[in-house]
């Protein structure tokens, strides 16, 4: 590892440990204790700021585990100035065979969904001498999907059923729900998991001419949030017809207790839960289609590629 480099393991912000990968040289500049037997744990004190446990792993890289209150962290970053070294965002991986195993790893830590776990631990062997085919690339482009959240939107006339559904999907009540239409003023937007995959839901206002500057401002705003999100669910119930829409979609049919219609994909009642788990399944599919799940070819996820080396 750099000499001059630290990196933080753990996420940027409160818990109950930080640990934080640095090189090994800094140990005695950092703490009270000047020997350091490899792989011993010990508990330092880094002077004026906390008590850490620590560990040098080998003669390159150290790990100091203080505690993960935010003060503590923002004084040891001026500490680690201090001496010279600089934050980075690249932890090395001890435990990786190689380079490849190492991007499979780093990927792993930031990944988003469960379905991305047995995927990517597969990709090393795969990946070792392969080169990327421009259909490599485009299914790695909807895999990747799979470690960044891909945005979803719920988008339909107001009244619809949008935010009765949002609030089932994530089982509280993450947006207001009215039976007078126009409810909903903002884009509210959950992480939810549907069926393996997780993605970034909206709940949309419905978009309808209005005179109300700070409402036509707000449609403006989730109308760009429409324009990102790699699937639209078109919302309809039975008074209302679909919303147009040129992005990839899946027509969500709503209230299906009241009245049901046959020209969607599915008809779903968030009051009943009726056919819920079956729409997870077909956001899931619709994003990441089952067959590249199961393929056997390599995924170079992110932008890793074997022929950068
Ligand atoms: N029977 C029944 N009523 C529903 C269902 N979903 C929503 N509703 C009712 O439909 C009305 C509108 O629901 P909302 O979720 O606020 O609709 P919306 O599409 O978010 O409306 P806007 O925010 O105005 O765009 C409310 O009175 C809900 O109780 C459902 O599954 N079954
Ligand atoms: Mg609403």
Excluded at 115 to 129: F, I, N, T, Y
Excluded at 174 to 185: E, K, M, Q, W
Excluded at 192 to 202: C, E, K, P, S, T
Aim: charged share 20%; aromatic share 4%.
């Amino acid at each position: 590892m750099p000499k001059t480099t630290w990196t933080l393991l753990t996420p940027p912000n409160m818990g109950a440990i930080a640990i934080i990968q640095l090189p090994s040289t800094a140990l005695p500049k950092l703490t009270n204790r000047t020997m350091w037997e490899i792989g011993a744990l010990y508990l330092v004190e880094i002077q004026g700021i906390d008590e850490a446990v620590a560990v040098k792993i080998n003669d390159d890289v150290a790990h100091l585990m203080p505690h993960g209150g935010l003060h503590i962290l923002r004084k040891l970053t001026g500490r680690f100035a201090e001496i010279g070294l600089e934050q980075t965002n690249t932890p090395i991986f001890l435990e990786a065979q190689d380079d490849i195993e190492a991007a499979m790893l780093a990927a792993l830590a930031t990944a988003q969904s469960p379905l991305a776990v047995d995927l990517l631990l597969s990709q090393p062997s795969k990946l070792r001498g392969a080169t990327a085919t421009k259909e490599d690339v485009s299914r790695a482009t909807i895999l990747n999907h799979l470690i960044h959240p891909p945005k979803v939107v719920l988008l339909g006339a107001p009244n619809t059923g949008k935010s009765t559904l949002m609030n089932a999907l994530t089982k509280q009540d993450t947006s207001i729900v009215h039976d007078l239409p126009g409810a909903t003023r903002d884009a509210v937007g959950a992480r939810i998991n549907f069926a393996g995959l997780v993605v970034d839901l909206f709940d949309l206002p419905g978009f309808r001419e209005t005179s109300d500057a700070i409402e036509q401002e707000a449609i403006l705003l989730a109308k760009q949030i429409a324009e990102d999100a790699v699937l639209t669910i078109l919302i309809a119930d039975a008074n209302h017809d679909w919303e147009k829409s040129t992005q990839r979609q899946l027509k969500v049919a709503t209230k299906s207790d009241i009245t049901t219609r046959d020209d969607g994909d599915l008809c779903v009642s968030a009051h009943t839960g009726e056919n819920l788990q079956e729409l997870a399944i077909a956001i899931r599919d619709a994003i990441v289609p089952p067959e590249m799940l199961e393929s056997d070819k390599p995924w170079f996820f992110l932008d890793y590629s074997p022929t950068d080396e």
